[in-house]
């Protein structure tokens, strides 16, 4: 099926040739005809699927085909809000995309730098605002922003915004939209306060589910290393020898571990970055430009920050640390092997971490494949012995089977 199926005006069939679209994605082929008919989305649907475009195409489409005819400064037709200030640029980018060949205006508004630029944004008029919540809702206190004119409302990654407390955010934005308006809810999980809050939000909504990338794919080869902790860096280094990782997105547990490990792997001849919380916004900016650019072939990144990071061609994912809850792994792993490229997800696994694995693979078709013939596996149990090649293969046998003995339980 290809996009002139979905009656998709001439405009926007012609940016997505220019981005290299040919087929919709599953979201996107349920979607977009849904949207199309003026009918409220409860999409279930997670980063990584086209989950924007799905709601950014009808979006642009309604917009043009019912122009603003106002004289005078634009009013805000559209308001998308979603967590983070990466996930709206990277929404703001794909409406510019999207939009390039009709005269749609976009502003896009987040915290953690000085507000003047997006008020003077503000100022000129606009047919789409893409906003953090926190943000938004400053610029709503100082008078920049008056929703009365929302047509379309979009709430982008509603679990995630829950989880980073902006739910009381969110219910002020909404008690000061219009009752008549379109509105669009997607979430990557439905837990039960997500599901409240979409009642909340839309009305007669037209569900729309796609389940995790992670578990659809068959782009994303998997494998877990079992791996004392303090010899993760090692393995890093070494998996990093392979010339085909052209790429790697490493997560950590915690922003000083993504620092660190940052560190040792720049003191090791491999360009890296880390990107969290503590960064200040230009920073992250600027690590993730370099990373894209591929100026840097590391970024080591913490979840928060990484969400909703838009990489093409990452090569691949590694799980530094195993995540507590199961559902990072898959949003972790779902940056790569995206739109029809393949991808590579690697997990280092320390024995106090096993239990969270389990708890993973419970959400996947079939366990991590372990990779149990790696030679610092072998080598685990050696510390501070520095063994030549030879000795390693000699004492593969007996320490693997040290291993096999601390794992089968
Ligand atoms: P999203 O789920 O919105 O974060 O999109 C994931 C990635 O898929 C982005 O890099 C998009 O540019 C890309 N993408 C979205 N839709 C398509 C499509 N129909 N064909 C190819 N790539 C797409």
């Known amino acids: 099926m290809s996009f002139d199926k979905l009656n998709i005006i001439e405009p926007i069939q012609k940016a997505l040739q220019v981005e290299g679209y040919t087929i919709p994605t599953p979201i996107q082929k349920q979607a977009i005809p849904i949207i199309l008919e003026g009918k409220d989305v409860l999409g279930s649907a997670q980063t990584g699927t086209g989950k924007t475009a799905a709601f950014a195409i009808p979006i642009i489409q309604l917009l043009t085909q019912n122009p603003d005819y106002n004289r005078g400064r634009r009013k805000i037709r559209t308001l998308i809000v979603t967590p983070t200030r990466e996930l709206a640029i990277q929404i703001g980018d794909s409406f510019a995309a999207y939009g390039k060949f009709t005269d749609l205006r976009y502003v896009v508004i987040y915290g953690g730098v000085k507000q003047l630029q997006q008020t003077n ?150 360009k890296s970055d880390a990107i969290h919380g503590n960064k200040t916004q230009t920073a992250r900016q600027h690590a993730l430009a370099n990373f894209k650019r591929r100026a840097s072939r590391v970024l080591v990144a913490s979840d928060i920050a990484s969400r909703g990071l838009d990489i093409d061609e990452l090569s691949c994912v590694v799980n530094f640390d195993i995540p507590d809850i199961p559902d990072t792994y898959v949003h972790r792993i779902g940056r790569t092997g995206r739109a029809g490229a393949t991808g590579r997800a690697i997990s280092f696994c320390a024995p106090e971490e096993k239990v969270n694995l389990k708890r993973i693979e419970k959400l996947l078709p ?44």
């Open 366 to 409: 079939s366990p991590i494949p372990v990779v149990r013939d790696h030679p610092f596996l072998a080598n685990l149990r050696i510390s501070g012995v520095k063994a030549s090649a030879e000795k390693e293969q000699s004492s593969l046998k007996p320490r693997t089977s040290i291993f096999r003995k601390r794992w089968a339980d």
């Open 121 to 270: 944004a503000l100022q000129k008029g606009m047919d789409v605002l893409v906003a953090t919540p926190g943000r938004l809702l400053d610029l709503m206190d100082q008078g920049y922003i008056n929703l009365q004119n929302i047509q379309f409302f979009v709430l982008d990654e509603a679990d995630r915004m829950l989880d980073m407390g902006f739910i009381h955010d969110v219910r002020k934005i909404i008690a000061v939209l219009p009752a008549r308006r379109q509105s669009l809810f997607f979430s990557a999980t439905m837990p039960a306060e997500v599901i409240e809050l979409a009642r909340k939000i839309l009305n007669k909504p037209t569900k729309v589910a796609i389940a995790p990338v992670a578990i659809t794919t068959e782009a994303i080869r998997q494998s877990v290393y079992y791996v004392d902790k303090d010899r993760k860096k090692d393995i890093l280094l070494h998996i990093l020898k392979d010339p085909t990782l052209e790429t790697a997105l490493i997560f950590t547990r915690t922003k000083y571990g993504a620092d660190k490990l940052a560190k040792f792997l720049n003191t090791n001849g491999i």
